[in-house]
């Protein structure tokens, strides 16, 4: 009978130790998100190349909080206004994609800890947004 009880207390704690969460995952895969990225460019559709200058456009993610401030100092329509918003990464037909204030903003397909590139989903356009930190 002890044996018994013995084997199903280390099974359980077995379980216990090698269970995780999926959100501590996919926190600890975007932990190099945290911190300022500057807006180099933004390319594809019939404009070309849009290319910016340090702190031209600033996005700061806060992982801790899920927020982004984004500071644009030039205020172009393609762009967000400056501003702090909440921001969430879901997967999405397995691609990463960043959404911001309830809003899908494109997948995530390529993020290092210096650059962040950023696809719109523009089918016709095919516009990416890239930032560096």
Not at 74 to 91: A, N, P, V
């Amino acid at each position: 009978m002890k044996t018994r009880i013995l084997s199903l207390l280390i099974i359980i704690g077995i379980g216990f130790f090698t269970s995780c969460d999926k959100n501590d995952d996919n926190a600890s895969q975007f932990d190099n998100l945290n911190g300022t990225w500057n807006l180099k460019k933004i390319h594809g559709g019939f404009a070309g190349i849009s290319t910016y200058d340090i702190g031209d456009i600033t996005w700061t993610f806060n992982v801790l909080n899920n927020t982004v401030s984004i500071e644009n100092n030039i205020m172009t329509s393609i762009e967000l206004d400056s501003g702090t918003y909440d921001y969430r990464i879901e997967q999405k037909e397995d691609q990463p994609t960043l959404y911001i204030n309830n809003i899908e903003k494109g997948a995530i397909v390529m993020l290092s800890s210096t650059r962040l590139k950023i696809d719109f989903y523009s089918d016709a356009d095919g516009f990416f947004t890239e930032l560096e930190k």
